[in-house]
């Protein structure tokens, strides 16, 4: 994207602020997301100026995600521009149709059926991120948008905020990662005061079991509904559940609460 087409998208009448957060800021229309930081001290702004700020990595996770077939923004544009007469990283993405799985957690009147098809999407978003060695260390429903398959198919969940997908290093730490982004969907939830319920919480743990037993497996036979073993079901997301609350509580035992500082549901 060039200096004179961001700079007109910019002065849109139609632009509107979603977040003013410190140095960042996040511009929205219909159809794009403008997000603009200032590098803060030396060394962010040396990261930033050599193409390796926060913006930066953002449009290298979209991209690593987008290769992986895994639902993300498309990225229009990257790079640094003149904002208030502040140098500062820029980053264009697609604006997605649907809204927030917080959102969706928090709208009272979802039907149940419809909440158990966005589970199981969020089951298979997870597998395909740990089948491909990969984790999203800020797996929170703000940064996740739902949105209605073609057709009014099964619910889509594309991820957003792509700055911190990482590799698993080492490989031991599957399950450890695994945890980190259970975590992460109840816990802003939780201080948002819209957990899921348990049964929601429950079936998608048995869909992500039932994804990572399929894509271990031999493709031609894991659709099969008797394929996966019931009982090692139950004991992994059991044992999933025991350990998500107790990095939940460990969480709420050091910073004493999941209230996030910038409400996500106040946001246009």
């Not at 794009?32 to 930066?56: E, H, M, N, W, Y």
């Not at 060695?133 to 009014?152: C, E, F, Q, T």
Request: with cysteine; charged share 25%.
């Amino acid at each position: 994207m060039s200096a004179h087409e961001l700079d007109t998208l910019l002065s849109s009448p139609r632009i509107a602020v979603l977040k003013r957060d410190g140095r960042d800021l996040v511009l929205a229309d219909e159809r794009v997301v403008i997000k603009c930081r200032q590098p803060s001290g030396f060394a962010d702004r040396l990261r930033s100026t050599f193409g390796r700020g926060r913006l930066a990595r953002q449009a290298a996770g979209a991209a690593m995600l987008a290769g992986l077939g895994i639902r993300t923004a498309t990225v229009l544009g990257a790079g640094t521009a003149e904002v208030d007469g502040t140098r500062a990283e820029v980053l264009v993405l697609e604006r997605l149709a649907g809204q927030s799985l917080l959102r969706v957690m928090a709208d009272g009147a979802t039907a149940i059926e419809v909440e158990f098809d966005i589970a199981g999407a969020v089951a298979r978003q997870l597998a395909a991120l740990l089948m491909a060695g990969m984790y999203n260390r800020d797996h929170k429903p703000s940064n996740l948008i739902v949105s209605a398959g073609a057709g009014g198919g099964p619910a889509q969940v594309s991820i957003i905020d792509t700055v911190d997908i990482l590799p698993i290093k080492p490989r031991a730490k599957f399950v450890e990662q695994t945890v980190r982004m259970l975590s992460a969907l109840m816990l802003e939830p939780t201080g948002c005061a819209c957990v899921p319920r348990r049964t929601i919480r429950r079936r998608m743990l048995r869909d992500l079991q039932r994804e990572l037993w399929r894509l271990q497996g031999d493709a031609a036979t894991a659709e099969a509904e008797d394929v996966m073993d019931e009982s090692w079901e139950i004991k992994s997301s059991r044992a999933m559940w025991k350990l998500t609350d107790e990095r939940m509580r460990k969480h709420l035992q050091r910073h004493g609460t999941a209230v996030p500082e910038v409400d996500p549901l106040g946001m246009p």
